[in-house]
């Protein structure tokens, strides 16, 4: 190990040269350092990019499957009645007369303390399912839990109900069913299902002081009512979904008036799922070009400095840029874009008109669907070629990135030893050095001594 005596015989300041000759030395290392930085800001960029341009890949794939465009909005005459156009729809209007709503069966029983013995209850359903429960006990809180974990699609709650002659407090227990329609009715029975089907099974809520308070029903609505086509169609909620192609249909309250329920195509909906595909282009466009700016600024003497963007003089992404403009640009079947409100700009960029694109909608919807759906597709295809994660350019530009990152930071490495050891040597040739001086110090020291004790004797 080198001893570091930093000047004690030579007066030099060791210590200083040596660092002056170390950062001479590592002027190469630097420069790979510097290097590597810049290559780490070019992959964040790249990925940046590429997660932009996979995203406008996946978007405009799904913008280029046939229907993609076709949307449809469906309007009703009465907030009793609301209309939702879904996949499928088309330009109709229908008129229909809500008769009733669908609603669920709640019955509750005679007052009782406690269940009848054997503990044993059957509910039969109106579309035939029967279920046999036995509760723990004849208590009032084990029938409601036996009945509440039977899953049959009843629920049951106890509920007070004052006190009889005696004192004795007195409940009844009220029977809900979870779901709407004729086809969840169902009966409560006092015994097994044998019982039941022997005939000899009590009907709980039918019996003195019990009630059905609310029965079981489906939803009716007519259509062309006063009319000999008039027909009537039924739901089991309130929901009908059969009424027209792709229009789903919800009551919530009987009308007497007809209400009349339109679907006309959504040009709105349609131009925004085209819009989405020209503002995603535009953002990757946007984010290669800002970046491939340079920025003038100047170094700490004052001198002009002139600093390349990331992407500045990178042609893959020039490349990309341009394969993705013209997928955007090029005709379709002899016409341009622009017919459609999709064009290109005087700054590169894609521009798109609502305007334009609803006229043309308007007047040959199937035509239009057909020439955004070949854009989004031909933006698509560009995209997935430069995104691919295996075969992608931006991907590939990433991969040989790294592999250039990872070759500087062993070279960095390297040159760690390197200098550590150009360091110690340094280290080793100065403390030598100093240790020199000081014997030539201490020899001039004894010499002056000598000359000086002859002189006296001279003298």
Request: charged share 15%; glycine share 6%.
């Amino acid at each position: 190990m080198a001893v570091g005596l930093d000047g004690l015989a030579s007066g030099l300041p060791t210590a200083d040269l040596i660092a002056s000759l170390m950062a001479i030395e590592a002027v190469p290392q630097n420069l790979l350092k510097n290097s590597a930085i810049a290559a780490n800001t070019s992959v964040a960029a790249l990925r940046a990019l590429n997660g932009q341009i996979a995203a406008l890949a996946t978007l405009a794939g799904t913008t280029a499957k046939p229907g993609s465009l076709d949307f449809y909005s469906a309007t009703s005459s009465s907030t009793k009645v609301t209309a939702t156009a879904t996949a499928g729809a088309e330009n109709s209007t229908l008129d229909i007369v809500v008769g009733k709503l669908a609603q669920s069966q709640v019955g509750v029983t005679a007052a009782m303390t406690q269940w009848s013995t054997p503990a044993v209850l059957t509910i039969v359903r109106a579309d035939g399912t029967t279920k046999e429960i036995t509760a723990d006990s004849t208590s009032l809180d084990d029938v409601v839990a036996a009945v509440n974990a039977a899953g049959t699609g009843v629920t049951a709650t106890k509920v007070a109900s004052g006190a009889d002659a005696n004192g004795v407090s007195q409940f009844r227990l009220q029977f809900s069913g979870k779901d709407t329609g004729a086809s969840s009715a169902f009966t409560v029975y006092s015994g097994s299902a044998a019982d039941v089907s022997a005939g000899s099974a009590t009907d709980v809520l039918t019996q003195p002081g019990a009630a059905v308070i609310r029965t079981a029903q489906d939803a009716s609505v007519t259509l062309w009512a006063g009319t000999p086509a008039a027909q009537v169609l039924t739901s089991a909620t309130n929901t009908f979904t059969d009424l027209l192609p792709g229009v789903s249909v919800t009551v919530s309250g009987a009308s007497v008036d007809p209400v009349t329920i339109s679907v006309a195509r959504d040009t709105t909906a349609s131009s925004a799922a085209a819009a989405a595909v020209v503002n995603a282009l535009n953002g990757v466009l946007a984010y290669i070009s800002t970046r491939s700016v340079s920025t003038a600024s100047t170094d700490a003497a004052g001198k002009p400095i002139l600093s390349g963007g990331v992407f500045t003089g990178d042609n893959m992404t020039r490349v990309v840029s341009q394969k993705l403009l013209d997928a955007a640009s090029a005709p379709v079947a002899g016409h341009s874009p622009s017919e459609y409100g999709i064009s290109i700009t005087k700054t590169g960029a894609m521009e798109f008109s609502a305007q334009k694109f609803a006229a043309a909608y308007e007047k040959d919807p199937v035509t239009v669907q057909a020439a955004v759906s070949e854009i989004a597709s031909r933006i698509a295809s560009a995209a997935s070629s430069a995104s691919d994660k295996t075969t992608g350019t931006v991907s590939q530009k990433i991969t040989g990135t790294q592999s250039t990152i990872t070759n500087l930071n062993d070279q960095v490495a390297r040159w760690d030893d390197r200098l550590a050891t150009r360091k110690t040597n340094l280290q080793r040739m100065y403390s030598a050095f100093e240790v020199r001086m000081s014997n030539m110090n201490a020899q001039m020291t004894w010499l002056t001594s000598q000359v000086d004790s002859l002189q006296a004797q001279k003298d």
